[in-house]
């Protein structure tokens, strides 16, 4: 696996090559095969997670020190980009057990990291991330989520939503207000395990697509954790929960950029086959014109994404506009790119006979979650580059 840092700008090394060729034959043998049923029955792609955990694929972020393949940003994205490619709920496997797990590897002690992310690389429990609340979303700093110090632990009450692979995870990285006068600097992380008394779980949401990814509410009704479950210091908690998402939003582009690519192969393919006029539609330079569009901002997005990852690896200072920028445009970039493929195929893009219809509807998520788009300009005008 891939781990350095010294990586080219703008060309993928040779091994990275090679984990890409590696990981499109696995999504094209085991994780395609079942991407149509799983948006169309709602369910979790199991096969997908057996796959990527068999091949060590399910968390390549996660270092060597911790029995993790020790994989560096880009190659993060890479594995990310090609399972999206054929099913975009599947990759939200190996992208969500980086942001759940994330803030452990960034500020918790070494305990918390030989404890979880060893368990996470191993394969014995998915990550999940839970910041967002019913009423705070984009202002995820208005929580309500509490923790209480009690002794040698702390005590939780509130209610998280939207928790991408709830039920599914075993750890959870919950951000929870410690000192409610503070705002966000009295915002505190913990890590949460599924069997903890007073865990549970709401009802899948009914969603417009990653069908195969279980969003849910997860409660805390009274949840009592030792108090070395807290990430970094009392109080951190929002700052490290921030940081993470200048990583991880690299990991949402990537996923835009999978989506995108699966739709742009599928419909390459398409129109040399669909014939109108007497002459395949590939002919028309109405045609030719639209695929040269939607493979030159396929292209700008990838090109921005690796850049992002290239930052990401090197912490460098103008991560998070890098960040927001990349998840921006490249999900601006497949929202356009999946709804022209559906075009190209005409009434039969329309239909669930053919998968691109899937991925326009899987691309619109690319738009809204780890920030909505609105949210990615916010943050990119407060960090112009200079
Ligand atoms: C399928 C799915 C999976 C998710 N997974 C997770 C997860 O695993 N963990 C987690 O913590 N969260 C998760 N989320 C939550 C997601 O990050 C939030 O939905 C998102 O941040 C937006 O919050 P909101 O839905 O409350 O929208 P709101 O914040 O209510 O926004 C509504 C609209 O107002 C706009 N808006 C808000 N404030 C401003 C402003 N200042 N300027 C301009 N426009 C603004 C928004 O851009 C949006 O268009 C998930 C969401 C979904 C739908």
Known sequence: MAGSSDFDFFRTSEEQDMLRTSVRSLAEAKIAPFAAEVDEQARFPQEAREALEANDLHAVHVPEAYDGSGADALSTVIVIEEVARVCASSSLIPAVNKLGSLPVQLSGSEELKTKYL???????????????????????????????????????????????????SQFYTVLAVTDPDKRSKGISA??????????????????????????????????????????????????????????????IAAQALGIAQGALDYAKGYVNERKQFGKAIAEFQGIQFMLADMAMKLEAARQLTYAAAAKSER????????????????????????????????????????????????????????????????????????
């Open 118 to 168: 060893g368990a996470l690389a191993r394969g014995e429990g998915m990550f999940s991330y839970c910041l967002s609340e019913p009423d705070a979303g984009s202002d995820a700093a208005g929580m309500k989520t509490r923790a209480v110090r009690d002794g040698d632990s702390y005590v939780l009450n509130g209610v998280k939503r939207w928790i991408t692979n709830a039920g599914q």
């Open 190 to 251: 913990f890590v949460v395990e599924k069997d903890d008394q007073g865990v549970s779980f709401g009802a899948p949401e009914k969603k417009l697509g990653i069908k195969g990814s279980p969003t849910r509410e997860v409660y805390f009704d009274n949840v009592r954790i030792p108090a070395d479950r807290l990430i970094g210091a009392e109080g951190t908690g929002f700052a490290t929960a921030m940081k993470t998402l200048d990583h991880t939003r690299i990991t």
């Open 315 to 386: 912490v460098d200072a103008d991560l998070t506009f890098f960040g927001a920028a990349a998840k921006c445009f490249a999900s601006d970039v497949a929202m356009e790119i999946t709804t022209d493929a559906v075009q190209l195929l005409g009434g039969y893009g329309y239909t669930r006979d053919y998968p691109v219809e899937r991925m326009m509807r899987d691309a619109k998520i690319t738009q809204i979650y780890e920030g909505t788009n609105q949210v990615q300009r916010i943050v990119m005008s407060r960090n112009l580059p200079a």
